[in-house]
């Protein structure tokens, strides 16, 4: 099972971008699915994220600006991000708890994608 996050661009203040995690493979479903960011010299942080049941979670620096979504007939999580500022300018990353549907057995997997650049210029 893979997992890759893509979206990033620059954009201005105050504009909108739409990030994209999907997964691929086989076999396999998927439960908690998370966004990370990474600001230059910053250490990564916890953006938001979504359970299995559609359950929603965000940093209260994004709260009421950034909303995450999944679609699981695409494996796939998104996050709309609304009034952008600058200080969201940072690496963003995707996460995502799976299980592995083996023969006789499920495997727990943690999932990273390799991140995408979104720049916010003011």
């Not at 971008?17 to 998370?34: A, K, P, Q, W, Y």
Request: glycine share 10%; hydrophobic share 35%; net charge neutral.
């Amino acid at each position: 099972v893979q997992l890759q996050a893509f979206g990033g661009g620059l954009v201005q203040a105050g504009g909108s971008l739409r990030l994209s995690c999907e997964l691929s493979g086989r076999m396999f479903s998927i439960n908690t699915v998370d966004w990370y960011r990474q600001a230059p010299g910053k250490e990564r942080e916890w953006v938001a994220d979504i359970t299995k049941g559609g359950r929603t979670n965000y940093a209260d620096s994004v709260k009421g600006r950034f909303t995450i979504s999944r679609d699981d007939a695409k494996n796939s999580v998104f996050l709309q991000m609304d009034d952008v500022k600058p200080e969201d300018t940072a690496v963003y990353y995707c996460k995502a708890d799976v299980v592995i549907h083996l023969i006789g057995a499920n495997r727990d997997r943690q999932l990273w994608g390799q991140g995408t650049l979104v720049t916010v210029s003011s």
